[in-house]
């Protein structure tokens, strides 16, 4: 209800499924379309936790550990994670588009400079082409643990403009000036 009343935007907790997710996406237009709001003006949002690696169970189980030290219950991983090889994390992540995200902050939670590196050359390209609309509007706002965010650069194009063909280390030291806060 605070976001109808006050809120420019809302981004749904990285600790939350996507199916409960697009639940409080459902309610959250409902209240927006009671309150005489185009739910269409609301910025909606994700913070997804990501593994990107050939490896589905190591990097399962790489997630269970992080979860099970920073929320204390392993289990939120099969939850509430996104994690393979590419073509696993673009399925995962067009779901959470078609629950409602119309922008992805995109968290690797180990190997940060590495997942980087990988969302770069594997996901980030790929991305317009998921979920409904197929990059209608669709944006990466950040990838957490190395402080790039989008610039307002417009749409999919502004992080991926950052993201194609830097490496990790160079991405360290981008300034931001201007950062979407929802």
């Not at 939350?16 to 927006?32: I, P, Q, S, Y």
């Not at 991305?127 to 402080?147: E, K, N, S, T």
Request: with cysteine.
């Amino acid at each position: 209800r605070r976001t109808v009343e006050m809120g420019d935007g809302f981004m749904g907790a990285g600790s939350v499924g996507t199916e409960t997710f697009a639940d409080e996406v459902k309610r959250l237009h409902g209240l927006l379309a009671d309150a005489g709001r185009d739910p269409a003006g609301l910025p909606v949002g994700k913070r997804v936790y990501i593994a990107l690696d050939r490896n589905r169970d190591r990097a399962r189980r790489r997630l269970e550990e992080w979860f099970g030290a920073f929320y204390g219950r392993s289990e939120l991983a099969s939850q509430a994670a996104v994690w393979g090889d590419a073509p696993e994390c673009l399925e995962a992540l067009g779901q959470v588009t078609a629950a409602g995200a119309r922008l992805l902050l995109l968290n690797p939670v180990f190997d940060e400079a590495d997942q980087l590196e990988r969302i770069a050359a594997d996901i980030a390209p790929r991305l317009g082409r998921i979920g409904p609309g197929a990059g209608a509007g669709l944006r990466v706002v950040g990838v957490l643990g190395l402080g790039l965010v989008d610039r307002g650069l417009g749409g999919l194009g502004g992080a991926d403009q950052l993201l194609r063909g830097a490496r990790a280390d160079q991405l360290h030291e981008l300034q931001v000036d201007q950062m979407d806060v929802c």
